[in-house]
């Protein structure tokens, strides 16, 4: 037998892994400089100056400078220029100054500037030292350098006079920005993520970090300007809970809580009333819900001390929200329910904190990690949903940064079972929060309740008068039928709603309206006001109502689909329609650009309905306009975008007349500028997309960046992250 013959290999990386590991590891322009700015924490910068500068010509450049500790060379060496490096981890246990645990440990920080910009700038003077050092990076010519990584190499300018205050700190500037397209909404939603960096519910006066956001361009300082702390709104939230959870005596885990009900500027003639109540004590987790806590626990049982092992004593606040537009005005004054909805919508959900400084993507528009939305769908007249409630979880980077392990995209913890213990006790006390609140709620729900509901005729009584005018008039062949259909929806309606709990929610609006139209096609028949074809037409309407809604109350299928999948649906649904109407159709994924493609979670044939109703409001607008301009040919966009909002996004667009109501009232239900329309199109759309994490948007062709050819409507569907 012949003898084998070894030889040993080096294991080698090719220099292109930076584009990869850039692109691949940090999920967004504004994840991008959050990493930049945690090194900043890191090295105790007390603030952070970050300039975006000439943002709409090719010399666009940002700036991020610091006044921390700086980096010497052999940081710089050891630390910024090794990829992976664990030097945070094992030689910098904290920082010297403010000894903060260094948010920064998995060594690819320094890629975010690559995933920004193809050339970047470090200039850094270490405390202590005279003189600082420069170095210039051309991403793509160093990656071209050579195929092994290996080769790459970096020179190193030393002794160089880099102006800092206090003669301290680090400055990189990024050019050559690999984003063109600087938008409001990119520029709205990178300085939102960036003020949320810091906690902004609380301020530790001993270790103060601020970031400031600058610009050179006027309109770009505007928008900049323009995007609200949630500072401005939290102090005024109609309903307040603060919580400290820790470990007490004998085992049992300790509560302290404190609840706020905060009306203002409510009727005199009201009976909602300020109030608060605190307690401390211990908390009771349903076994049934918490098993994985305890094993052992067969129906209750309380939060030991042991259950907090790896989370250890944490804190917590949560701010809840009523958007009626009646209360928002009481609150904030007339006329600024838009701005506060808006900013309310934006920095909805709940955020964890670690040493003050924020862990994505708890809390983003697409996160919904405490399953708020979830357990509303099951019980709405007891919950709150996700996007009422400002929260924040405030956790110890030091005791919780070997058990809490953030993944490596900055995008969560690694869901083990202490996460998952975290995740279970947090969503006890939520629903603590909302038991505590439920009174004030109800209350305020009597105060908001259109009159006209409160008066309604009981359904039975208003049926039983359209069924006996019915038989009186020998109309049963016409109308029977109608009828008999509507009274059984109604009720099959009422019985989903009462055994789920749901009477709370939108849909109930749906449910009362039934109620109350029946009860006026009865008055109207007591009068002899009513023709039979008027009731024909207003009976066949409720039906249609309660057809289109009832899906939305039994939704149990939750299958995953690809968006090119129900997009070919929506398509093949209405091609004879945009033929007939001579519509110039646009759908990229359709003709096979199947890059930006992305899977979909949900009740299928609701989001199927969803954007058919966007498609149907768009056809009939651009016929209108083409009615009024013969020479604007009808055109639809349907298309994809996985860049520019907090999901991924199906995007409908037109020529049509554009959006003459104020956002809000687009998604009121029955208000409607379409004639003989019903004004449940984008209700129902908004409904959708809120039992799913999702939400609908309306927003400016121009601010999106669309070809000037569709220059009418544009509505935005994003859906959750985790559909990518």
């Given at each position: 037998m012949q003898n084998s013959d070894i030889k040993r290999y080096n294991l080698k990386a090719n220099s292109h892994i930076i584009t990869l590991l850039g692109d691949e590891l940090i999920g967004s322009d504004s994840l991008a400089l959050f990493e930049i700015v945690k090194n900043s924490y890191d090295a105790d910068a007390t603030v952070v100056n970050i300039q975006l500068?000439?943002?709409?010509?090719?010399?666009?450049?940002?700036?991020?400078?610091?006044?921390?500790?700086?980096?010497?060379?052999?940081?710089?060496?050891?630390?910024?220029?090794?990829?992976?490096?664990?030097?945070?981890?094992?030689?910098?246990?904290?920082?010297?100054?403010?000894?903060r645990t260094s948010l920064g440990n998995k060594g690819v920080g320094r890629l975010a500037t690559h995933r920004l910009a193809n050339k970047i700038m470090l200039e850094t003077q270490a405390k202590g030292e005279d003189q600082g050092s420069r170095l210039v990076i051309d991403w793509k010519r160093l990656i071209n350098s050579s195929d092994v990584i290996d080769d790459l190499y970096v020179n190193v300018e030393r002794n160089v006079k880099c102006s800092f205050v206090n003669n301290q700190g680090t400055r990189i500037t990024l050019s050559e920005l690999r984003e063109k397209k600087w938008t409001q909404s990119k520029i709205s939603t990178m300085v939102r993520k960036l003020q949320n960096i810091i906690n902004p519910f609380y301020i530790n006066e001993n270790d103060k970090f601020g970031i400031n956001i600058i610009s050179n361009v006027n309109q770009i300082q505007e928008w900049i300007d323009s995007v609200m702390s949630p500072r401005d709104i939290l102090s005024s939230a109609l309903y307040q809970f603060n919580f400290k959870l820790y470990r007490g005596d004998n085992e049992i885990a300790v509560i302290e809580w404190e609840y706020k009900f905060s009306p203002k500027n409510f009727s005199q003639q009201s009976s909602i009333k300020p109030h608060a109540e605190s307690n401390k004590g211990d908390l009771l987790i349903r076994g049934n819900l918490f098993k994985e806590i305890d094993s052992s626990s067969r129906a209750q049982h309380l939060l030991k001390n042991k259950n907090l092992d790896g989370i250890e004593n944490f804190s917590g606040e949560f701010f809840a929200f009523n958007l009626n537009k009646k209360i928002i005005d009481s609150i904030y004054g007339y006329?600024?329910?838009?701005?506060?909805k808006d900013l309310i919508e934006n920095f909805s959900g709940v955020r964890i904190y670690r040493d003050g400084i924020r862990v994505y993507n708890y809390g983003e528009p697409s996160d919904d990690w405490l399953l708020l939305n979830q357990t509303r769908n099951k019980r709405s007249g007891d919950h709150f949903s996700k996007n009422q409630v400002v929260g924040a979880l405030n956790l110890d980077l030091g005791k919780t940064k070997d058990t809490l392990i953030e993944k490596t995209n900055r995008e969560g913890f690694i869901e083990n079972e202490c996460y998952e213990r975290l995740r279970l006790i947090v969503q006890t006390i939520f629903e603590k929060f909302e038991k505590i609140a439920l009174h004030d709620r109800e209350n305020v729900r009597l105060y908001i309740q259109d009159p006209k509901q409160k008066n309604d005729r009981a359904f039975e009584s208003s049926i039983q008068k359209i069924e006996d005018y019915i038989d009186e008039k020998g109309l049963k062949e016409d109308l029977g039928v109608l009828v008999s259909k509507v009274k059984k929806g109604y009720y099959e309606m009422q019985d989903v709603m009462l055994n789920s709990g749901l009477r709370g929610s939108n849909l109930a609006i749906v449910f009362h309206e039934v109620c109350r139209e029946m009860g006026f096609i009865s008055q109207d028949i007591s009068n002899n006001r009513i023709k039979i074809e008027d009731i024909k037409i207003?009976?066949?309407?409720?039906?249609?109502?309660?057809?289109?809604?009832?899906?939305?109350?039994?939704?149990?299928?939750?299958?995953?689909?690809?968006?090119?999948?129900?997009?070919?649906?929506?398509?093949?649904?209405?091609?004879?329609?945009?033929?007939?109407?001579?519509?110039?159709?646009?759908?990229?994924?359709?003709?096979?650009?199947?890059?930006?493609?992305?899977?979909?979670?949900?009740?299928?044939?609701?989001?199927?309905?969803?954007?058919?109703?966007?498609?149907?409001?768009?056809?009939?607008?651009?016929?209108?306009?083409?009615?009024?301009?013969?020479?604007?040919?009808?055109?639809?966009?349907?298309?994809?975008?996985?860049?520019?909002?907090?999901?991924?996004?199906?995007?409908?667009?037109?020529?049509?007349?554009?959006?003459?109501?104020?956002?809000?009232?687009?998604?009121?239900?029955?208000?409607?500028?379409?004639?003989?329309?019903?004004?449940?199109?984008?209700?129902?759309?908004?409904?959708?997309?809120?039992?799913?994490?999702?939400?609908?948007?309306?927003?400016?062709?121009?601010?999106?960046?669309?070809?000037?050819?569709?220059?009418?409507?544009?509505?935005?569907?994003?859906?959750?992250?985790?559909?990518?």
């Open positions: 500068n000439n943002m709409f010509s090719e010399n666009a450049e940002i700036i991020i400078e610091d006044n921390g500790n700086g980096m010497s060379l052999d940081v710089i060496e050891k630390a910024w220029l090794t990829l992976g490096t664990d030097y945070k981890r094992k030689i910098v246990k904290e920082s010297p100054v403010f000894h006329g600024n329910s838009g701005k506060v207003r009976v066949h309407s409720l039906m249609e109502l309660i057809e289109k809604f009832t899906p939305l109350l039994k939704q149990n299928k939750h299958k995953t689909y690809k968006a090119s999948e129900i997009i070919k649906r929506v398509i093949d649904i209405h091609q004879r329609r945009f033929k007939f109407h001579s519509i110039d159709f646009e759908c990229p994924i359709q003709q096979g650009n199947t890059i930006d493609d992305f899977t979909i979670t949900g009740d299928g044939g609701l989001i199927l309905g969803a954007i058919s109703n966007i498609i149907d409001n768009a056809i009939y607008w651009v016929d209108v306009r083409h009615e009024k301009e013969k020479m604007v040919k009808p055109s639809i966009l349907l298309s994809i975008d996985l860049r520019s909002f907090d999901g991924p996004a199906i995007v409908v667009a037109d020529n049509g007349t554009g959006f003459s109501m104020d956002y809000d009232d687009m998604i009121r239900p029955f208000y409607t500028l379409k004639p003989g329309g019903m004004g449940i199109g984008l209700y129902y759309v908004n409904i959708v997309m809120n039992s799913i994490g999702g939400k609908l948007l309306f927003v400016n062709g121009k601010d999106y960046d669309l070809s000037d050819k569709y220059d009418g409507a544009c509505v935005i569907l994003v859906f959750p992250n985790k559909n990518v």
